[in-house]
């Protein structure tokens, strides 16, 4: 049972890329989202979904998508890196309205 | 709006004295309430949980927090701290049915030896 694996772990992006910051739950969580963490701010919520094909806006959505077609996976794309977005990304799941579990994060930097 | 505060951006503690964490919450229902700790470079671990019930909580690692509904706060506490301690903390809010946290913005604990 691994839990919430991120994938990769690092990453370093030249401003305008785009990419897709994985994530893989095998706990049947219906509940996913993304958080990013910047100095100084704490976590705040990108997107979230409650369940396969259901996706919503979070805190900050602006610059990423996400879609939901598994349980299992829900991937955050970054449509055109910018500076801005340089942080670290952390995916959880949860069984809904309860604890959740955090991936290990994804430390990305946008040049 | 829902928010969570956490008053002190830095604290340094003494190995073996206590430490109480501060965390000040707004929400209009009854709040889910945790404590994570992350350690550098590391992802965030839960310390504990509040959803109902029994007002002082038990953690891991010899971390409670009690809940105040007359105070909005749920501070962390623990009665003797060790080197490993030594991370920062985050405070959140569970803001709906779906799992949505709100964090605070997070204390820094260094412990002196």
């Known amino acids: 049972n691994a839990g919430v694996t991120q994938t990769p772990k690092f990453q370093v992006l030249k401003t305008g890329q785009s990419m897709t910051l994985q994530c893989a739950q095998d706990?049947?969580?219906?509940?996913m989202s993304w958080y990013r963490q910047d100095p100084g701010m704490g976590l705040r919520l990108i997107h979230y979904?409650?369940?396969?094909?259901?996706?919503d806006q979070g805190e900050v959505p602006n610059g990423y998508n996400v879609s939901r077609s598994t349980t299992e996976d829900f991937p955050l794309r970054l449509l055109s890196a910018a500076p801005s977005q340089t942080s670290v990304y952390f995916c959880?799941?949860?069984?809904?309205?309860?604890?959740?579990?955090f991936g290990q994060g994804t430390r990305l930097t946008v040049v | 709006a829902q928010s969570v505060t956490q008053p002190d951006i830095h604290i340094t503690v003494s190995e073996g004295a206590s430490l109480e964490l501060r965390c000040n919450y707004s929400y209009g229902a009854t709040p889910y309430l945790f404590w994570y700790v992350q350690s550098p470079g590391q992802g965030l671990q839960l310390l504990l949980k509040y959803f109902s019930g029994d007002t002082l909580v038990q953690g891991i690692k010899g971390f409670e927090a009690e809940f105040k509904r007359s105070q909005s706060s749920f501070n962390l506490r623990k009665p003797s701290v060790h080197w490993s301690d030594a991370a920062e903390y985050f405070c959140a809010v569970g803001a709906g049915s779906q799992g949505n946290l709100i964090f605070g913005k997070g204390t820094k604990l260094s412990v002196k030896p």
């Open positions: 959880a799941s949860s069984p809904g309205g309860r604890q959740a579990f």
């Open positions: 706990m049947n969580h219906e509940y």
């Open positions: 979904s409650v369940g396969a094909g259901i996706t």
